[in-house]
Protein backbone atom coordinates (compact mmCIF):
# COMPACT_ATOMS: atom_id res chain seq x y z
CA UNK A 1 0.00 0.00 0.00
CA UNK A 2 1.77 3.40 -1.20
CA UNK A 3 1.63 6.65 1.41
CA UNK A 4 -1.05 9.22 0.53
CA UNK A 5 0.44 12.02 -1.08
CA UNK A 6 -0.67 15.52 -0.54
CA UNK A 7 -2.22 16.91 -3.44
CA UNK A 8 -0.71 20.35 -3.29
CA UNK A 9 3.03 19.23 -3.16
CA UNK A 10 3.31 16.02 -3.88
CA UNK A 11 4.98 14.66 -0.74
CA UNK A 12 4.74 12.03 1.87
CA UNK A 13 4.21 12.68 5.50
CA UNK A 14 7.31 10.76 6.17
CA UNK A 15 9.21 13.07 4.22
CA UNK A 16 7.47 16.40 5.79
CA UNK A 17 8.33 14.46 8.92
CA UNK A 18 12.17 13.69 8.23
CA UNK A 19 12.44 17.57 6.86
CA UNK A 20 11.13 19.12 9.67
CA UNK A 21 13.84 16.94 12.15
CA UNK A 22 16.54 17.76 10.24
CA UNK A 23 15.53 21.67 10.40
CA UNK A 24 14.88 21.31 14.55
CA UNK A 25 18.35 19.65 14.15
CA UNK A 26 20.25 22.29 12.34
CA UNK A 27 18.57 24.98 14.31
CA UNK A 28 19.80 23.34 17.50
CA UNK A 29 23.14 23.24 15.65
CA UNK A 30 23.16 26.78 15.10
CA UNK A 31 21.90 27.56 18.69
CA UNK A 32 24.73 25.68 19.81
CA UNK A 33 27.75 27.03 17.82
CA UNK A 34 26.77 30.75 18.55
CA UNK A 35 26.81 29.75 22.50
CA UNK A 36 29.98 28.50 22.20
CA UNK A 37 31.25 31.18 19.69
CA UNK A 38 29.78 33.63 22.60
CA UNK A 39 31.58 31.73 25.26
CA UNK A 40 34.99 31.79 23.58
CA UNK A 41 34.76 35.79 22.99
CA UNK A 42 34.54 35.80 26.52
CA UNK A 43 37.44 33.51 27.17
CA UNK A 44 39.36 35.82 25.05
CA UNK A 45 38.23 39.44 26.32
CA UNK A 46 38.61 37.51 29.90
CA UNK A 47 42.59 36.29 29.28
CA UNK A 48 43.48 39.59 27.77
CA UNK A 49 41.50 42.01 30.11
CA UNK A 50 42.32 39.87 33.52
CA UNK A 51 45.72 39.51 32.43
CA UNK A 52 45.12 35.68 32.93
CA UNK A 53 47.83 34.92 31.34
CA UNK A 54 51.23 36.94 32.06
CA UNK A 55 53.49 35.70 29.19
CA UNK A 56 52.46 37.63 25.92
CA UNK A 57 53.83 34.83 23.49
CA UNK A 58 51.14 32.41 25.20
CA UNK A 59 48.35 34.50 25.31
CA UNK A 60 48.80 34.87 21.72
CA UNK A 61 48.78 31.15 21.06
CA UNK A 62 45.91 31.43 23.33
CA UNK A 63 43.90 33.66 20.85
CA UNK A 64 44.90 32.18 18.17
CA UNK A 65 43.61 28.92 19.23
CA UNK A 66 40.62 30.17 20.65
CA UNK A 67 40.40 32.06 16.95
CA UNK A 68 40.99 28.77 14.93
CA UNK A 69 37.92 27.01 17.19
CA UNK A 70 35.78 29.59 16.46
CA UNK A 71 36.36 30.10 12.92
CA UNK A 72 36.24 26.09 12.32
CA UNK A 73 32.69 26.54 14.29
CA UNK A 74 31.81 29.11 11.14
CA UNK A 75 32.64 27.59 8.08
CA UNK A 76 30.90 24.28 9.75
CA UNK A 77 27.76 25.71 11.31
CA UNK A 78 27.06 28.82 9.44
CA UNK A 79 28.55 28.22 5.99
CA UNK A 80 27.56 24.76 5.96
CA UNK A 81 30.83 23.35 4.68
CA UNK A 82 30.22 19.95 6.26
CA UNK A 83 27.64 19.42 3.88
CA UNK A 84 27.72 17.70 0.51
CA UNK A 85 28.06 19.57 -2.51
CA UNK A 86 31.15 21.95 -0.68
CA UNK A 87 33.84 19.86 -1.35
CA UNK A 88 35.37 22.94 -3.97
CA UNK A 89 35.10 25.80 -1.42
CA UNK A 90 37.05 23.54 0.79
CA UNK A 91 39.27 22.54 -0.93
CA UNK A 92 40.40 26.33 -2.11
CA UNK A 93 39.85 27.49 1.70
CA UNK A 94 42.03 24.65 3.50
CA UNK A 95 44.59 26.03 0.27
CA UNK A 96 44.35 29.35 1.56
CA UNK A 97 45.19 28.26 4.86
CA UNK A 98 47.79 25.88 4.08
CA UNK A 99 49.61 29.18 2.05
CA UNK A 100 48.85 31.27 4.45
CA UNK A 101 50.77 29.18 7.05
CA UNK A 102 53.82 28.84 4.64
CA UNK A 103 53.80 32.71 4.37
CA UNK A 104 54.02 33.20 7.76
CA UNK A 105 56.85 30.59 8.67
CA UNK A 106 58.68 31.89 5.80
CA UNK A 107 58.76 35.59 6.60
CA UNK A 108 58.99 34.27 10.39
CA UNK A 109 62.24 32.62 9.84
CA UNK A 110 63.52 35.86 7.25
CA UNK A 111 63.07 37.61 10.01
CA UNK A 112 64.31 35.83 13.54
CA UNK A 113 66.89 33.56 11.94
Given at each position: ?????????????????????????????????????????????????????E??????????????????????????????????????????????I????????????
Open positions: MEPKLNNETNVTPVTVQRKKTEHAREVTHHLWSFALSILLTVFAFAAVGLELINTVLLGMFILLLAAIQATFQMLIWMHMNQKGHEFPTMFILSGVFVAITVAALWLLIWW
